[in-house]
């Protein structure tokens, strides 16, 4: 296609947007309220799917040392521990460590504790993949000096199976939503260009190609999922900068947080442009392919 003959589509385009009025106004507000709930959509799903990892990286393995163990066999445990293939990280945490963390989660009543501790020394040890915690801590309980291994391994397993359904769900929705968001947009853009059909007629009678009618559609339908972008990019980026400065600074006594407005919101807002360009383009193209048959 010629430079010339694009820029006369692209005019035509511009000036049937302003000529059709109404028709665009209602073409365009069913992409503008479609790709609200589109983004919407994906930013609680995108989210929920980070504090899914987040829970899954906060996984770890207590491996409590046995008594008996002096300080010579404590450093030859954890040796032996890294070597593992799977392992992360090994932090040590003595008794009197531990003996806090129970006070603080349960109370004062446990400082009774303090004159005769009865726990043990801890390695807490991080997987480098979630999915590998069951493996790795049946590894650990093998070696010497292990009395006990505990990750919580009957709830880990529901959690994970959980998580994974959960994304399964995520990404059935998505595709569902996608399907519900190009169903709605293409037929009003459908209804748009069937109030035209007899302007498309006329061209076809006087020799006009194929392509020489839908080029104006086409690039019709990409203004229109343009300018029906524009509402749902300023309403995402601007709700989800004020959800995250409410909402994560209430999860910060927890190692689980939202993602970054910086970059997220800007991926996000991206995407939800490209996903109303290439809805406005593909409804466009499959709507007016019916008339073109005269």
Do not use: C
């Not at 040392?65 to 003595?94: R, T, W």
């Not at 504790?113 to 650990?140: C, G, H, R």
């Not at 709830?155 to 359904?165: A, E, I, M, Q, Y």
């Not at 994560?248 to 006594?253: Q, Y």
Request: proline share 3%.
């Amino acid at each position: 296609m010629k430079f010339k003959t694009f820029g006369r589509h692209l005019r035509e385009s511009v000036k049937s947007l302003y000529r059709n009025g109404w028709m665009t106004f209602a073409a365009a507000s069913a992409v503008t309220v479609t790709l609200i709930l589109v983004s919407v959509f994906f930013s609680i799903l995108l989210n929920m799917n980070k504090l899914a990892s987040d829970v899954e990286n906060d996984v770890q393995i207590n491996v409590h040392i046995s008594l008996e163990a002096n300080k010579q066999q404590e450093d030859e445990l954890k040796k032996n521990i890294e070597q593992i293939d799977g392992v992360e990280s090994v932090k040590f945490s003595s008794k009197d460590d531990e003996l806090k963390k129970l006070v603080g989660t349960y109370g004062e009543d446990f400082e009774l504790f303090e004159q005769d501790n009865p726990l043990y020394d801890v390695y807490i040890v991080q997987a480098k993949e979630p999915s590998q915690t069951k493996q790795v801590a049946n590894q650990i309980e093998k070696l010497k000096y292990v009395n006990d291994v505990n990750y919580g391994e009957k709830t880990v397993d529901k959690l994970f199976n959980t998580l994974k359904w959960v994304r399964y769900a995520g990404i059935v929705l998505s595709i569902g939503l996608l399907l519900t968001a190009m169903f709605l947009i293409s037929n009003t853009i459908k209804i748009a260009i069937f109030s035209r059909r007899r302007e498309i007629e006329i061209m076809k009678l006087v020799g006009a190609t194929n392509w020489f009618i839908r080029w104006p559609f086409v690039l019709e339908g990409a203004w229109l999922g343009l300018i029906g972008s524009v509402i749902p990019v300023v309403l995402t980026f601007v709700g989800y900068v004020n959800t995250y400065n409410w909402l994560n600074p209430k999860l910060g006594s927890s190692s689980l947080s939202l993602l970054p407005p910086t970059p997220f919101a800007f991926e996000i807002s991206a995407l939800v442009i490209l996903i109303g360009v290439f809805i406005g383009i593909w409804g466009s193209a499959i709507s007016i392919r019916r008339f073109l048959k005269v």
